[in-house]
């Protein structure tokens, strides 16, 4: 997890992993003081590297967070950066957060379907005695017919800006005043 208060728009939490319990516990602190620093009127969480884990562990530790503090009670809110690299529990925390925090969704289609099956399983082949890893369990988190969580503005990002060391997604945010 990586904060970074001194934006003079506001904050940026990049969360490429979702990291367990205990480091969510030492981080809420930090995570307290940037929604409540004075010049934080938006926070900006990037999930475009993040390729997932336990989505009930944002869902018990970030997200009461951010409702308890109101970090998007401000005028200009929250904004959930996402991409092909937001993948498995980060793309189910995207939605989380629209839904349960009218976050604003900025970047490109997530890399998966909101409804697939998860849950890690493994059998051992009878014959071989090769371990399968298996996914055991059905979600649905959106419409049947949803390929990926799209953004609600979707930001696509050029080669030139990339060659430039621009992020485009991130400045689209700093642009909403």
Do not use: C
Not at 31 to 55: H, P
Not at 101 to 106: C, F, K, P
Not at 111 to 130: A, D, K, W
């Amino acid at each position: 997890m990586d904060l970074n208060p001194a934006r003079s728009f506001g904050g940026v939490l990049r969360l490429q992993r979702v990291p367990p319990d205990a480091e969510f516990q030492a981080r809420a602190p930090e995570l307290r003081a940037l929604l409540d620093s004075a010049g934080t009127s938006r926070l900006v969480i990037d999930l475009r590297s993040n390729g997932g884990g336990d989505f009930t562990r944002f869902r018990r530790h970030l997200l009461p967070l951010l409702i308890a503090q109101r970090a998007t009670a401000a005028e200009d809110g929250l904004y959930v950066l996402i991409g092909p690299g937001t993948f498995s529990a980060a793309m189910v925390n995207a939605l989380d957060l629209k839904r349960e925090e009218g976050a604003v969704l900025v970047g490109l289609p997530t890399g998966q379907r909101p409804n697939t099956y998860r849950e890690h399983g493994e059998i051992r082949l009878p014959n071989s005695g090769l371990r399968v890893s298996v996914s055991t369990a059905f979600y649905r988190f959106a419409l049947d017919a949803d390929t990926a969580l799209v953004p609600d503005v979707l930001v696509r990002p050029s080669w030139e800006q990339f060659r430039a060391g621009r992020d485009e997604a991130l400045e689209w945010t700093t642009r909403r005043r």
